[in-house]
């Protein structure tokens, strides 16, 4: 099965050796359409040193088979997708066993590119190693040593400067995805992750593009609405009318 690498300049910790081995550690987490499994990819000891690091422990999220998944998400995220083939387009119609299948290859497909491409526009997410089939390869964020995700935001005790200072985060990760037009379109505390202070925004399979999506400015405001109203709840006011106007300003120029 062919496979696709995650975008250049790559960073120094990726393992390229042809030798190394995947050694699934663990799951980290299990989703309705997906499931997050931690492991290793390392070069063997008695394989001679090259250049390049020989371990490193990464995050593999797995789109479920269509025997395992109906993929519901909302035709609102995939307006203004394509599909190519119109025997596939008619099999997700049908929802078959094989219009499944290959429904959980476009969302990880979708979820691959919108992570290399946030990564291009410098928005902190993980780094995508590799997308092969219905998996995505990509960085850990936590603890390597002892296998500890990242807490996610919504599980997180904040001071009030620690708390203003992960809004600030949020703001600029949502500037950055309207500025690239696009909204994540899913925004919550529970998909951004804080890792050492900063703040790191996961799932992305249904991101929105906001001028050929014509509900992608609906989705825009919801997600300033889910962030806004979260942080409010806690005692800062972010001013969502104010900050969604901001933002399609910067989507449309």
């Known amino acids: 099965m062919p496979s696709e690498r995650g975008p ?35 070069v063997p000891r008695e394989v001679p040193s090259v250049d390049g690091a020989r371990s490193a422990v990464l995050a593999a999220k797995r ?18 997708r394509s ?19 290959v429904a959980a290859g476009q969302w990880a497909a979708a979820e691959f590119g919108a992570l290399c491409e946030a990564w291009r526009s410098c928005i902190p997410v993980p780094y995508p190693v590799q997308l092969q ?5 990509m960085e850990f ?17 904040l001071t009030g400067e620690e708390l203003y200072d992960c809004f600030t985060q949020v703001v600029e990760i949502m ?8 909204a994540h379109g899913d925004l919550s505390p529970y998909n951004l992750l804080v890792h050492h202070g900063r703040v790191v925004v996961i799932d992305l399979p249904q991101i929105v593009d906001l001028i050929g999506n014509p509900n992608g400015f609906d989705l825009l405001e919801r997600d300033v609405r889910n962030v806004c109203s979260w942080f409010a ?18 989507a449309l120029g």
């Open 63 to 80: 789109y479920r088979g269509a025997e395992q998944s109906d993929f519901h998400r909302s035709s609102a995220y995939t307006e203004g």
């Open 233 to 250: 709840r806690r005692g800062l006011d972010g001013e969502p009318d104010e900050l969604f106007a901001e933002l399609c300003a910067e």
């Open 83 to 101: 599909v190519r083939r119109t025997r596939d387009m008619r099999a997700m119609a049908r929802k078959s066993a094989y219009g499944r299948a």
């Open 175 to 182: 500037r950055r995805f309207a500025r690239a037009q696009t």
């Open 8 to 42: 250049k300049p790559r960073p120094d910790w990726i393992v390229t050796s042809a030798d190394a081995v995947d050694t699934e550690l663990g799951i980290v987490k299990s989703g309705k359409e997906a499931d997050v499994w931690l492991l290793e990819r390392a």
């Open 133 to 137: 089939g219905t998996e995505i390869l």
């Open 141 to 157: 964020i936590g603890d390597a040593a002892t296998a500890t995700a990242a807490p996610r935001l919504a599980s997180v005790q």
